[in-house]
């Protein structure tokens, strides 16, 4: 199992970033893909995530409505749309990995995932 995350960079408060993460050496249907995010100093965060087989996603409160996860499952790649990013959003952004065990993906999510991607830094200036 790989995953690389790309599409980090900096943009003012207000402004959109898309990441991506590609998938490689699984199925991707049999996986439950999130999306983490560290700031510094802070504790790690689960942000995101999305099950190809449920069509589910998840959002946590303080992103619901702004970002917007979805995959291709053609391209095996998982998209985060953020908008109105917030200063408070800068951190490295981790995509992540677990098998779908048939419950929501925020189960996953909330207990940690088992394969990771390096991380993608996105910083919003004020």
């Known amino acids: 199992v790989q995953l690389q995350a790309s599409g980090g960079g900096l943009v003012q408060a207000g402004g959109s970033l898309r990441l991506s993460c590609a998938a490689s050496g699984f199925t991707f249907d049999d996986y439950v893909i999130g999306w983490y995010r560290q700031a510094p100093g802070k504790e790690r965060e689960g942000v995101s995530c999305?099950?190809?087989?449920?069509?589910?996603?998840y959002y946590t409160d303080s992103v619901n409505g702004r970002f917007t996860i979805s995959s291709d499952n053609a391209k095996n790649t998982v998209y985060l749309q953020m908008n109105s990013l917030k200063p408070e959003d800068t951190a490295v952004y981790y995509c992540?990995?677990?098998?779908?065990?048939?419950?929501?993906?925020?189960?996953?999510?909330?207990?940690?995932?088992?394969?990771w991607g390096k991380g993608t830094l996105v910083t919003v200036s004020s």
């Open positions: 999305i099950s190809s087989s449920e069509s589910s996603t």
């Open positions: 992540a990995a677990d098998p779908f065990l048939g419950y929501g993906c925020y189960v996953a999510l909330a207990g940690g995932m088992n394969y």
